[in-house]
């Protein structure tokens, strides 16, 4: 199998499918939906649109991999990702799925 030059590699990419479906095991009641684009992996959460029937997709998480290893990000007031407060890069996406699910700042959760 080859991987294209701006492509996560195939065993990064079933980390990113294990790590996700540590999420999505430990919070049942939600719906996501992973979107892997490049070196970043967009989580985002389907909920009820507040005005009228149908699903809309709010951004949850963006776990942006680069040389020195995985950084988290949350939407900004300003719709922009910001950084995870204190966040320092990893190797293991386990560490930023626990950031996520354990969330001190409630900064994933706000909406």
Request: no cysteine; proline share 7%; charged share 25%.
């Amino acid at each position: 199998m080859t991987t294209e030059k701006n492509q996560l590699p195939y065993f990064v990419r079933k980390q990113v499918e294990m790590a996700t479906n540590r999420l999505f095991d430990a919070l049942p009641e939600k719906s996501f939906q992973v979107t892997v684009s490049g070196y970043r992996v967009v989580l985002q959460l389907s909920q009820p649109h507040p005005g009228k029937p149908g699903q809309i997709k709010v951004p949850l998480a963006l776990l942006d991999f680069q040389s020195d290893g995985w950084h988290l990000f949350f939407r900004g007031a300003n719709g922009g990702w910001q950084r995870l407060p204190e966040d320092q890069a990893s190797r293991s996406l386990d560490a930023k799925v626990d950031a996520i699910l354990t969330d001190p700042y409630k900064l994933f959760w706000r909406q």
